[in-house]
């Protein structure tokens, strides 16, 4: 299972079917409102979510090591990731829009 399966299992369930982030955006009328949802996980009043994608990454339960944000980041479309604080906010931002576009509702300002 890829890691960003693995993300969206853990905020939309184990029978979510992940579309990647090149196909069309799930049309749910339904949609997770991603900050609300995060805020009330477990651990999630002393990590820093919001910006930092190592944070994110530990709210999800998924590994967050640098090796595993590199191949995440190869997974949502880096052609060159070396772990820099720019490389991590281009992850956390395109990482937020991966999950948007899989069914959730995600405040504008993550996604920049």
């Given amino acids: 299972m890829s890691t960003f399966t693995a993300i ?3 905020i939309f369930g184990d029978d ?13 009328p339904q949609l997770i409102d991603l900050e609300n949802h995060f ?3 477990p ?3 002393h990590l820093n979510w919001r910006t930092s994608v190592s944070d994110l990454l530990e709210l999800l339960g998924v590994e967050h090591d640098p090796e595993s944000r590199a ?3 190869r997974e949502l479309g880096a052609t060159e990731w070396t ?10 931002a395109r990482l ?4 948007e ?8 300002e993550f996604t920049e």
Wanted: aromatic letters at 2%; proline letters at 15%; charged letters at 20%.
């Fill in 43 to 45: 651990g999630a009043d």
């Fill in 8 to 10: 969206t299992r853990a």
């Fill in 96 to 99: 937020m829009r991966g999950i």
């Fill in 71 to 73: 191949a995440l980041a």
């Fill in 83 to 92: 772990g820099t604080p720019e490389d991590d906010a281009w992850l956390h």
């Fill in 101 to 108: 576009h899989n069914g959730a509702r995600v405040p504008p």
């Fill in 16 to 28: 979510h079917t992940t579309a990647p982030p090149s196909a069309p955006p799930v049309e749910d």
């Fill in 39 to 41: 805020d009330s996980m």
